[in-house]
T-cell receptor
Framework: QKEVEQDPGPLSVPEGAIVSLNCTYS??????FMWYRQYSRKGPELLMY????GNKEDGRFTAQVDKSSKYISLFIRDSQPSDSATYLC?????????????FGKGTLLTVNP | DAGITQSPRHKVTETGTPVTLRCHQT?????MYWYRQDPGHGLRLIHY???????DKGEVSDGYSVSRSKTEDFLLTLESATSSQTSVYFC???????????FGQGTRLTVV
């Protein structure tokens, strides 16, 4: 079992839809969770960053972490065509030399006008 | 903008030649990383550095070496390029060991 699993999609939604993106993981030591957005031929761009369990909201984006289920989600409300990109989840454990990120493979999202 | 510059942005090279990619940061951060991104594999860590002259291997380090003689520069060298090293290479930094990473724009390398 890979440490981080992410459905690659592709996911296609109409403009204005609520989008749900998810990752599961197997390493219970992961404490820091991130979502990155990557446009075609660009570097990943940090969207959301959360520590441990709970929710975090930033504008149209909400990140959720459920450590008991080893499951994280990113919700996008009122999706826009400019949200069309690949979304990568990433996570790391804390302390010592464990500051390396482990990534999911990414989900390709297309928001249609 | 995390102040990361990768060079070159694109490179085509022949099998068996050495290649060096450069990552330059302007913010004096301690931690720097090299990743490669391939379809079906996502982002995979090649090498990382936790200070000047302090480096360690990631999950796909075979065929790669790194050097960090100054805080601002982290070099990735392919000693003898192979077609399997055709990829997009990303440099990243973290501001502290337990915070999020910021990425450069990538170097697209093709080995023919």
């Amino acid at each position: 079992q890979k440490e981080v699993e992410q459905d690659p999609g592709p996911l296609s939604v109409p403009e204005g839809a609520i989008v749900s993106l998810n990752c599961t993981y197997s390493n219970s030591a992961f404490q820091y969770f991130m979502w990155y957005r990557q446009y075609s031929r660009k570097g990943p761009e940090l969207l959301m960053y959360t520590y441990s369990s709970g929710n975090k909201e930033d504008g149209r984006f909400t990140a959720q972490v459920d450590k008991s289920s080893k499951y994280i989600s990113l919700f996008i409300r009122d999706s826009q065509p400019s949200d069309s990109a690949t979304y990568l989840c990433a996570m790391r454990s804390s302390g010592g030399s464990n500051y390396k990120l482990t990534f999911g493979k990414g989900t390709l999202l297309t928001v249609n006008p | 903008d995390a102040g990361i510059t990768q060079s070159p942005r694109h490179k085509v090279t022949e099998t068996g030649t050495p290649v060096t990619l450069r990552c330059h940061q302007t913010e004096n951060h301690r931690y720097m990383y090299w990743y490669r991104q391939d379809p079906g594999h996502g982002l995979r860590l090649i090498h990382y550095s936790y200070g000047v002259k302090d480096t360690d291997k990631g999950e796909v380090s075979d065929g790669y070496s790194v050097s960090r003689s100054k805080t601002e520069d982290f070099l990735l060298t392919l000693e003898s390029a192979t077609s399997s090293q055709t990829s997009v290479y990303f440099c990243a930094i973290t501001r502290q060991e337990n915070t999020e990473a910021f990425f450069g724009q990538g170097t697209r390398l093709t080995v023919v």
